[in-house]
């Protein structure tokens, strides 16, 4: 390789490391910042509908999983996002890996902690289910 064109593979080189630092930046400001944004319209969301939310309306406990489910996802990919790194102490390669999965995990989570207050702990009574009237079953 003659040299001129080790400089400009050098050149490259250094100019890709720039800009791969600066989206490290940007992303370590942006990433928890949506993650908690998530988080918290999650739990807000989650709040909200346990205390004024309908029992009985299948739509009210749809957009009751769902906040289950985000505020899962958005606290655990945050949790991801600050916890891994000192965990595996600079191991972490990918961070966006790890909030992906910790995102995921949160989310599954939020859904289990749902299913297991609603449907085991407190289930909801549908009164369709099993009509009974005067007259019997």
Not at 48 to 70: C, F, H, V
Not at 77 to 106: C, E, T
Request: proline residues 6%.
């Amino acid at each position: 390789i003659k040299p001129e064109q080790l400089k400009k593979i050098r050149k490259q080189i250094q100019r890709i490391e720039t800009q791969l630092n600066l989206s490290h930046r940007k992303s370590d400001f942006i990433l928890p910042l949506a993650e908690g944004i998530t988080c918290a319209g999650g739990t807000l969301g989650t709040l909200a509908m346990e205390k004024w939310g309908n029992p009985d309306s299948t739509r009210q406990r749809r957009i009751t999983l769902g906040s289950y489910i985000t505020a899962g996802a958005g606290c655990g990919a945050y949790l991801g996002h600050q916890l891994m790194p000192k965990i595996f102490k600079g191991k972490v390669r990918n961070r966006y890996f790890w909030d992906g999965a910790s995102g995921i995990g949160g989310a599954i989570l939020g859904g289990g902690i749902y299913f297991l207050l609603h449907s085991v702990i407190n289930p909801y009574q549908d009164p369709t289910r099993n009509p009974v009237d005067e007259y019997g079953p």
